[in-house]
């Protein structure tokens, strides 16, 4: 893409931005882990508080904000985008109160799979064969993480687990490509994630409430893992995503973010002492094997 920034500074971004999103998974179980009871409530709980602190973050940015062309008819796939923020949020974390960190990483970072085949409907981008030979290789590799853990016996409903880290990654692959939208159609990155974040916390800040949750008081722990969460993994990693998509294939941004599940357990083997089995590491192994392939066929195109 014309204009485009050098390839170092992507790769960098991207590489940083995924490092930050692999922790939020660990700050999440930190928390569930802090109170008697993690269910659905408090998980809307974990998501509203994170997404509200880090629209609070981007506040500067609103000032870029003009309701005017171009920006106009880039602000439905803004709020579109935080729509999917909200659902991908909402879902995935009340997973990790069923299912493994392991699980839940990797099923939620199916989105190569979501994100190559709505942009090859939606904008008729067809990926080459050596793409989708990289995401049948990389999504193999997650198939043997998922069944590596499930040998632990982690999660107390796995299967539900599952299924709700499933519609995450059908919602993360739609905001994806929505937020790409918007930049191309004139929207900042710092506009775009304002709103989009905006977006997000508005939805799902009075969704505790109606669960009967409470934000206040929660164990201090709780409110630390959420300011680490709003920071490093949405701001930092999340917006540096973002920020990729609008000169990468948003399949090869979706692609970089299956070394989330890879970072997810190394921090969980470290801090909770989750130790992978055999099927994890050789898991890792095939599914890098499968980003490497998936990348270098986008750029033989």
């Given at each position: 893409?014309?204009?485009?920034?050098?390839?170092?500074?992507?790769?960098s971004?991207?590489?940083?931005?995924?490092?930050?999103?692999?922790?939020?998974?660990?700050?999440?179980?930190?928390?569930?882990?802090?109170?008697?009871?993690?269910?659905?409530?408090?998980?809307?709980?974990?998501?509203?508080?994170?997404?509200?602190?880090?629209?609070l973050?981007?506040?500067?940015?609103?000032?870029?904000?003009?309701?005017?062309?171009?920006?106009?008819?880039?602000?439905?796939?803004?709020?579109?985008?935080?729509?999917?923020?909200?659902?991908?949020?909402?879902?995935?974390?009340?997973?990790?109160?069923?299912?493994?960190?392991?699980?839940?990483?990797?099923?939620?970072?199916?989105?190569?799979?979501?994100?190559?085949?709505?942009?090859?409907?939606?904008?008729?981008e067809?990926?080459?064969?050596?793409?989708?030979?990289?995401?049948?290789?990389?999504?193999s590799?997650?198939?043997?993480?998922?069944?590596?853990?499930?040998?632990?016996?982690?999660?107390?409903?796995?299967?539900?687990?599952?299924?709700?880290?499933?519609?995450?990654?059908?919602?993360?692959?739609?905001?994806?490509?929505?937020?790409?939208?918007?930049?191309?159609?004139?929207l900042?990155?710092?506009?775009?994630?304002?709103?989009?974040?905006?977006?997000?916390?508005?939805?799902?800040?009075?969704?505790?409430?109606?669960?009967n949750?409470?934000?206040?008081?929660?164990?201090?722990?709780?409110?630390?893992?959420?300011?680490?969460?709003?920071?490093?993994?949405?701001?930092?990693?999340?917006?540096?995503?973002?920020?990729?998509?609008?000169?990468?294939?948003?399949?090869?941004?979706?692609?970089?973010?299956?070394?989330?599940?890879?970072?997810?357990?190394?921090?969980?083997?470290?801090?909770?002492?989750?130790?992978?089995?055999p099927?994890?590491?050789?898991?890792?192994?095939?599914?890098?094997?499968?980003?490497?392939?998936?990348?270098?066929?986008?750029?033989?195109?």
């Amino acid at each position: 893409m014309s204009g485009s920034p050098p390839v170092w500074k992507l790769s960098s971004l991207l590489i940083t931005g995924v490092l930050a999103i692999a922790t939020a998974s660990i700050f999440i179980r930190i928390a569930f882990r802090a109170v008697p009871q993690a269910g659905v409530g408090f998980s809307l709980v974990l998501a509203a508080s994170r997404l509200t602190i880090a629209a609070l973050c981007l506040l500067p940015a609103w000032r870029q904000v003009r309701l005017a062309q171009p920006y106009f008819q880039a602000l439905p796939y803004a709020l579109g985008a935080g729509t999917c923020l909200a659902v991908h949020f909402g879902t995935w974390i009340t997973s990790l109160a069923y299912t493994s960190i392991a699980a839940s990483t990797v099923i939620v970072t199916t989105n190569p799979v979501w994100v190559a085949l709505l942009s090859w409907w939606l904008w008729r981008e067809q990926p080459s064969r050596r793409t989708l030979l990289g995401i049948g290789i990389a999504l193999s590799g997650g198939i043997l993480i998922t069944l590596g853990d499930a040998h632990g016996g982690a999660g107390s409903h796995p299967l539900f687990g599952d299924a709700l880290a499933l519609v995450g990654a059908w919602m993360a692959s739609l905001y994806f490509l929505l937020g790409r939208e918007a930049q191309r159609r004139g929207l900042s990155i710092g506009s775009y994630a304002a709103i989009a974040y905006t977006t997000a916390a508005l939805l799902l800040l009075p969704l505790p409430l109606l669960a009967n949750t409470a934000y206040w008081p929660q164990p201090p722990i709780v409110y630390i893992c959420i300011i680490l969460m709003a920071i490093l993994s949405q701001v930092i990693g999340h917006t540096s995503c973002n920020w990729a998509v609008r000169w990468i294939s948003p399949t090869v941004v979706a692609l970089a973010l299956l070394l989330e599940p890879v970072g997810a357990s190394l921090l969980a083997w470290m801090i909770f002492q989750e130790v992978p089995g055999p099927l994890v590491f050789i898991g890792a192994m095939i599914l890098l094997l499968g980003i490497a392939i998936a990348i270098l066929g986008q750029h033989s195109e």
